[in-house]
C-alpha cells in the first residue's frame, strides 16, 4: 500500500456519450461510452500499480463521475469503501448552451460570444454558470468536507469533471484566474497531490495520459 501524509488523488470522469457527441453537458446526466469505461479502467490500474488504496472517496451526483469511480475501484478492490456524493461537485452549468452542439452553439449565439463563455472566469452563458461560480461551491465543499478527511489522515479519491476540478485545482495550485483558463483536465487520469498542512498542493503527480491509452486489449 502507497501512503502519503494528507495525499488527495483527483481524477476526471472517462469519456462521456455527450463528450463524444462534442456537446455542452453541464448538469445534464449522459453516461459513458465504451471509451470512457477502458479509460477509467485504465485510471485505476495506474492506481493499482502505485498499490494505491483509499480510505473515503468523494463524487458528484452526476452518474458519469460515479461510474468512473466505481470502475476505479473496482480495478483496485476498494469497492465497500464510503463513497460522498454531492451536487457541489457537480460540473460547470451551461445553461442554454446545454444540450447543444458547440458548432450549434455558435450558429445560435456567435463565434466570438460562445468563446467569451467558454474561456472566461467569471462571464455566465445564459440560465448558467461560470468558471467563478463553479469556484464558489467546490472550493467551500473541499474546505469543509475534503480537506478535514485529508488532514486527518485519511487517503481520498475524488472522481469528478473537467471544471469543477479545475476550479479546486485553481484552490490547490494558487492559480491565477487567467492560466487556469489553459489548464486542461485530462479524462480518467489520476492526479496524486502531497498537500501542507494549509490543504494546498506541494506536489503534484499526474499518472496518465489519456492520448497514450490503447483500446484496452
Known amino acids: 500500500m502507497t501512503s502519503f501524509k494528507n495525499s488527495l488523488v483527483l481524477v476526471r470522469h472517462g469519456q462521456s456519450e455527450w463528450n463524444e457527441r462534442n456537446l455542452f453537458t453541464g448538469w445534464r446526466d449522459p453516461g459513458l461510452t465504451d471509451k470512457g469505461v477502458i479509460e477509467a479502467r485504465w485510471a485505476g490500474r495506474v492506481l493499482k500499480d502505485r498499490h494505491m488504496q483509499f480510505d473515503l472517496a468523494f463524487t458528484s451526483k452526476l452518474?458519469?463521475?460515479?461510474?468512473?469511480?466505481?470502475?476505479?475501484?473496482?480495478?483496485?478492490?476498494?469497492?465497500?469503501?464510503?463513497?460522498?456524493?454531492?451536487?457541489?461537485?457537480?460540473?460547470?452549468?451551461?445553461?442554454?448552451?446545454?444540450?447543444?452542439?458547440?458548432?450549434?452553439?455558435?450558429?445560435?449565439?456567435?463565434?466570438?460570444?460562445?468563446?467569451?463563455?467558454?474561456?472566461?472566469?467569471?462571464?455566465?452563458?445564459?440560465?448558467?454558470?461560470?468558471?467563478?461560480?463553479?469556484?464558489?461551491?467546490?472550493?467551500?465543499?473541499?474546505?469543509?468536507?475534503?480537506?478535514?478527511?485529508?488532514?486527518?489522515?485519511?487517503?481520498?479519491?475524488?472522481?469528478?469533471?473537467?471544471?469543477?476540478?479545475?476550479?479546486?485545482?485553481?484552490?490547490?495550485?494558487?492559480i491565477s484566474a487567467e492560466d487556469i483558463l489553459t489548464r486542461e483536465v485530462a479524462t480518467a487520469a489520476p492526479i496524486i497531490y502531497d498537500l501542507d498542512d494549509r490543504g494546498l498542493a506541494i506536489d503534484r503527480q499526474e499518472l496518465v495520459d489519456s492520448k497514450g491509452r490503447d483500446d484496452g486489449k
Open 63 to 174: 452518474k458519469r463521475a460515479q461510474r468512473t469511480l466505481d470502475i476505479i475501484l473496482a480495478e483496485i478492490d476498494q469497492e465497500n469503501i464510503e463513497i460522498r456524493q454531492h451536487s457541489d461537485l457537480n460540473e460547470r452549468d451551461y445553461g442554454e448552451l446545454s444540450g447543444l452542439n458547440k458548432n450549434e452553439a455558435m450558429d445560435k449565439f456567435g463565434g466570438d460570444q460562445v468563446m467569451i463563455w467558454r474561456r472566461s472566469y467569471d462571464i455566465a452563458p445564459p440560465g448558467g454558470e461560470s468558471l467563478k461560480d463553479t469556484a464558489g461551491r467546490v472550493i467551500p465543499y473541499y474546505k469543509d468536507h475534503i480537506w478535514p478527511a485529508v488532514k486527518a489522515g485519511r487517503t481520498v479519491v475524488v472522481a469528478a469533471h473537467g471544471n469543477s476540478l479545475r476550479a479546486l485545482i485553481m484552490h490547490l495550485e494558487k
